[in-house]
């Protein structure tokens, strides 16, 4: 073996090496010296549910690591924009211009010498579609947005939150 | 005090409401104005005037009142059904919500 004789990987720490010897092997270590006694061990409860509980409820990682101070605000997680309430606004929208739309169609002059009578029957129905169709996503946007303040009046406000709205 | 989460079930109730008022609409609406075409067909056909007998003439009276009432009906609940779809939608939204919140 290659550490036979006093000679020692130098890639590793000397003291953890066969043949280590502190007279020939001495190193000045950026380590504090290691006592003799190991220190005892803290009789703190690393997992008790009391060192859990005295966790802030709402701490995310960052402050649970006390980090909180050491990093800039524009390097912490940015919110999430709420998927579905994108996809209820884009919703809302289509089927408000969707019923427009089928009220503009229906209300256009149209040749009433036409002899197509199936061309006419259906767009007279759509007449009655449209202002349903336009109407109805209306009042629901309404609601949900009335709905939406309510419950946001009321929900918890999160830290995350204030710092944004500071 | 936080509000409940939607149930999974009140979401997957909202989404049958939907599906079923709007395709149900949509059937309805297609087979009464279908009715209507052949009623105005049947009139266009004859000039207006009924050949047969009485039996005829409240066979088709009555078979345009009701396709021009499964119309009526249709229309409502289709609309009541796009409605129960945003619903379901905003469910999702508030779930989505209240989730992130309580992280």
Known sequence: MSEQGGTVDPRFDPRFQRGYDPAVHAVPSPEPELSPEPDPIPEVAAFAPVARAEAPARADGFEQ?????????????????????????????????????????????????????????????????????ALGPLLAGLIGLLLWVALSAIAPRSPLDEDEGA | MSPARPQRAVLVAFWALAVVLVAGSALVFVTGVQIQLEVNDFWMSNNGQVSGDEEDFERIQWLATFSYQLVQVAVPAAALGFVAALGALGLHALRWELAHRAR
């Not at chain 1, 009220?103 to 202002?131: C, E, F, H, K």
């Open chain 1, 65 to 133: 690591l006390g980090l909180v101070g050491a990093l800039p605000v524009e390097e912490r997680a940015p919110r999430r924009t709420n998927p579905y309430r994108v996809a209820l606004g884009v919703a809302s929208v289509a089927l408000l211009v969707l019923g427009v739309v089928m009220i503009v169609v229906a209300l256009q002059p149209r040749n009433d010498s036409v002899s197509d009578v199936t061309t006419a029957v259906w767009l007279s129905q759509l007449t009655q579609y449209g202002p349903l169709l």
